[in-house]
């Protein structure tokens, strides 16, 4: 069993190399500029990238094509793989199911194809990676994978705050009007993913309250339970610091790792943001 996943779900990038997992970048523009996620741009030429932002080059994403997964199925069925789990973005944010599914019926016959919808992304997609890759290697059949993932997937709690709502706006997830008035008001907006989809969960008038608000709303979901967490940022590391440690204070933490989320969640989030997944065990 070999696990495929798009680059809007976060794995660090050892336990990409370690459990085998391909990894299908999303194509990203600024303006007539088109770019890899983590191939032909990285996290630091991104970061470089926005300061230079205006509106006619606002950066924008775009699912990976079939032929992006098309490759990465011929270079896995040459390597005498007969089992592919996909795992892919919300259904609700993006398309990329339909071309993991068109890449599939390509290679009709040729291997065992599943596709799996994480209703998440950054590291809520990325846990159920690593979970499905370790079960695969650990001898675990498709049937016993999809239901462990069901279940991670049902109990999965993410909570994020957005520093500026600019690039939520112009991605289409909140409306120009409340960006309007949140920078108005210096509003710190806490989001949480519910089915899939990006709905409220908290304002706030400081950057230090939403970290306590995110936490809060965690502890709520997970109560003592212990979990696995990650830390994710969009480059914002010092802060992100300051999550984990509230985080790991007031939560039963298992394993924590922290992420500078990827690049297509950051382009619709916004540099600055900043949150909190976590997996109950």
Not at 49 to 67: G, I, M, S, W
Not at 99 to 128: I, M
Not at 188 to 215: C, N, Q, S, Y
Request: hydrophobic fraction near 45%; charge should be negative; glycine fraction near 8%.
């Amino acid at each position: 069993m070999r696990i495929v996943m798009d680059s809007v779900g976060d794995v660090p990038a050892n336990l990409v190399e370690e459990l085998e997992i391909c990894v299908i970048p999303v194509n990203i523009t600024f303006g007539e500029e088109a770019f890899l996620s983590g191939v032909t741009m990285d996290h630091a030429a991104f970061y470089e990238k926005t300061k230079q932002v205006t509106a006619d080059n606002f950066p924008k994403t775009a699912q990976p094509t079939p032929y992006q997964f098309l490759e990465c199925y011929q270079q896995l069925i040459a390597a005498s793989e007969t089992d592919i789990l996909t795992i892919v973005v919300s259904t609700k944010m993006a398309g990329t199911i339909q071309s993991a599914r068109l890449a599939a019926e390509e290679l009709a016959g040729q291997a065992n194809f599943y596709r799996f919808d994480s209703l998440g992304g950054s590291a809520a997609q990325g846990f159920l990676a690593i979970e499905a890759a370790r079960m695969g290697r650990a001898g675990a059949g498709i049937e016993a994978i999809l239901a462990r993932l069901e279940q991670m997937r049902d109990q999965t709690v993410s909570v994020f705050t957005i520093d500026s709502l600019e690039y939520a706006a112009k991605g289409g997830r909140v409306s120009s009007a409340k960006s309007m008035m949140a920078s108005m008001l210096s509003i710190k907006p806490v989001m949480k993913l519910e089915d899939g989809a990006i709905v409220e969960a908290g304002r706030v008038r400081t950057r230090k309250k939403a970290i306590g608000h995110i936490v809060e709303v965690v502890k709520e979901q997970v109560g003592d339970t212990a979990v696995n967490l990650a830390v994710i940022h969009a480059g914002s590391p010092d802060d992100a610091g300051k999550l984990w440690e509230l985080a790991t204070a007031q939560l039963n933490p298992n394993e924590v790792v922290m992420v500078d989320m990827s690049i297509a969640v950051a382009i619709n989030l916004g540099p600055g943001a900043l949150g909190l997944v976590a997996v109950p065990i």
